[in-house]
């Protein structure tokens, strides 16, 4: 039920995530999610693509530093409060979101939510007790 | 004025003779006393009956920081522990510090250099000296106090940083003289600005400045916005700390070495070989009264040349051009050494960090900075940026506890530092001293 991500490290400064997408273009890779942590030195690019392996490699080719790890996709409805609801499982498992990103279906309809969490295993088995839809990797390649 | 008159002004001649006795009894004494020196004099094919005139020091073996290292910590010294009263150390170019020791003799001898070096730069008993040099393992605090007592100066020890304190005690204390690194008393002449001190109208009227390199132009600036005469002093605690050569007010021209105490030779650091008169080469220095730690053809690695002729203040003794840089890596950053090879045995010893590095030294404003740009590699990356802050933290934390310096740590991509076949430039060093 998790969803593979691959991490680049980036220095903070002009052209370089330019660079990483002409790499991925080059390759022919689809990104699907990502969302970028930044410090003022530096920055982690954080991308779900349509083939996880052919793009680490890729970026690894070219010289990028690059780490692969599982995060978890849950879909809720498109509407006020849905995110509160997933927080408020998460919560009172005393689980800890180390960072999460969201994008919406083209749909319309469905929003995704991306979730690290410190303790992967428990917090998929929170919210598949409470119903949350969690999305299978293969799913999110493919969207 | 002169502290010394009959030491620091005999003729050449008389110097000399005076020098060659003392040679010749240190080389026999550390010939019987020290294991290290007896089997580098056998190996060199030499023995202490075979120094028949001054230039037969040339057949001595150096002796190198390296050899410091390998007699961690006490190896070298030619007397019991019992007779030795005080221990100094300085960084050495690896994990482990070089130790030095004295004899109540050998703090007698150091008082009475710096005693003469505080009047080469016009002081007397009457004047307040403020010494900001570091109280501690370096020689500069310890060895300036001595100094300024022997002289009967009244002395302020004030030890390094609280500048604020330090501003305060300036305006306050009325000191006359001031000892520090040339970077501090530029810092201290900002800082005292910033607070909307006056730092001309402070009664100093002297700096005598030294523990790393500093420029004509660096002077000019001290004195411009301190208002003062300043001095440059030359020293290392290998070969007794601070007043080994001291500039003279009158000549402001070289720094006079007080041969009756130390040899001083200029050498090609290739060859090992005499470079001609007045050229640049690496100071060698030999202890000639030291009784605790004797030291003979020490290769100190700093380059500078020697003027023989004679200068205006009196005094016969050679002067050493100001020191023009190193021949080997070493830096000094804000007073402290620091060897490149120290920082990358730091760097090995953080859990998956790779030797590729670079450190770039900087002068923002007056002070010196570091930065320690290191790449990043899988070993260290996670997708979580606590994860890399925590490297950076832990190698900042670590260079201070073992180096003493203040580093900022960036993070580079893999790969981007140059890579070296051969002897690595792995020091960018932008200031302009």
């Given at each position: 039920m998790k969803v593979e991500q691959i991490s680049i490290f980036l220095e903070n400064k002009p052209g370089g995530l330019e660079y990483v997408t002409r790499v991925l273009k080059n390759a022919n890779i689809n990104i699907r999610a990502l969302s970028l942590a930044d410090t003022s030195d530096f920055g982690i690019l954080r991308l779900i693509v349509n083939d996880t392996e052919r793009a680490e490699k890729s970026l690894q080719d070219e010289g990028f530093t690059v780490r692969r790890s599982f995060v978890v996709a849950v879909e809720i409805p498109d509407r006020p409060g849905g995110l509160h609801s997933i927080v408020e499982t998460l919560?009172?498992?005393?689980?800890?979101?180390?960072?999460?990103?969201?994008?919406?279906?083209?749909?319309?309809?469905?929003?995704?939510?991306?979730?690290?969490?410190?303790?992967?295993?428990?917090?998929?088995?929170?919210?598949?007790?409470?119903?949350f839809v969690i999305l299978p990797g293969k799913k999110i390649y493919s969207l | 004025m002169i502290f010394d008159e009959e030491f620091e002004t005999l003729p050449r001649e008389a110097l000399e003779a005076l020098q060659l006795k003392r040679l010749q009894q240190v080389a026999e004494r550390v010939y019987h006393t020290v294991g290290f020196y007896r089997n580098a004099f056998d190996e060199a094919g030499v023995t202490p009956d075979d120094i028949k005139t001054l230039d037969d020091i040339r057949r001595l073996p150096f002796t190198t920081k390296k050899d410091l290292q390998d007699n961690y910590p006490f190896g070298l010294f030619a007397v019991p522990m019992g007779n030795v009263i005080r221990l100094h150390a300085s960084s050495g170019?690896?994990?482990?510090?070089?130790?030095?020791?004295?004899?109540?003799?050998?703090?007698d001898t150091w008082s009475v250099l710096m005693a003469r070096s505080f009047v080469a730069s016009g002081?007397?008993?009457?004047?307040?000296?403020?010494?900001?040099?570091?109280?501690?393992?370096f020689t500069g605090g310890l060895g300036a106090h001595y100094g300024a007592e022997r002289l009967g100066a009244s002395v302020i020890p004030m030890s390094g940083g609280s500048t604020k304190k330090q501003i305060l005690i300036l305006q306050d204390f009325g000191p006359t003289a001031i000892c520090c690194t040339p970077s501090y008393a530029l810092y201290l002449a900002e800082q005292g600005e910033e607070m909307g001190v006056d730092m001309k109208s402070l009664r100093l009227r002297v700096g005598i400045l030294g523990a790393e390199p500093w420029s004509e132009q660096m002077r000019e600036e001290i004195e411009e916005r301190l208002g003062i005469t300043a001095l440059d002093i030359y020293g290392l605690s290998e070969i007794i700390g601070p007043g080994v050569a001291i500039e003279c007010k009158e000549g402001r021209s070289g720094l006079h070495v007080f041969e009756d105490h130390f040899i001083v030779e200029a050498?090609?650091?290739?060859?090992?070989?005499?470079?001609?008169n007045g050229e640049i080469g690496e100071l060698v220095f030999t202890t000639l009264t030291k009784e605790a730690f004797p030291l003979i053809?020490?290769?100190?690695?700093?380059?500078?040349?020697?003027?023989?002729?004679?200068?205006?203040?009196?005094?016969?003794?050679?002067?050493?051009?100001?020191?023009?840089?190193?021949?080997?890596?070493?830096?000094?950053?804000?007073?402290?050494?620091?060897?490149?090879?120290?920082?990358?045995s730091v760097l090995l010893g953080i859990e998956g960090l790779e030797p590729h590095y670079q450190l770039i030294v900087e002068r923002e404003g007056t002070l010196d900075t570091l930065e320690i740009r290191v790449?990043?590699?899988?070993?260290?990356?996670?997708?979580?940026?606590?994860?890399?802050?925590?490297?950076e933290r832990r190698i900042t934390k670590d260079i201070k506890d073992y180096l003493g310096v203040t580093a900022a740590v960036k993070l580079v991509e893999a790969k981007t530092l140059e890579r070296f076949e051969g002897k690595a430039q792995r020091v960018i060093d932008k200031r302009r001293i």
């Open positions: 919560s009172r498992k005393g689980i800890n979101i180390e960072y999460t990103y969201a994008f919406v279906e083209r749909s319309g309809e469905n929003a995704i939510i991306i979730f690290r969490f410190d303790r992967t295993e428990e917090a998929i088995a929170a919210l598949q007790e409470n119903g | 170019t690896t994990g482990k510090p070089t130790v030095v020791g004295y004899t109540k003799r050998d703090i002081l007397t008993r009457n004047d307040i000296i403020h010494n900001a040099y570091g109280y501690g393992l050498i090609n650091p290739a060859t090992g070989s005499p470079v001609k053809r020490y290769r100190t690695r700093d380059l500078s040349k020697l003027v023989r002729t004679p200068c205006r203040c009196g005094r016969t003794l050679t002067r050493m051009a100001r020191v023009s840089g190193r021949s080997d890596d070493m830096l000094i950053i804000r007073g402290v050494n620091v060897f490149p090879s120290q920082i990358e790449e990043v590699s899988e070993k260290i990356f996670s997708d979580q940026v606590r994860g890399l802050q925590q490297i």
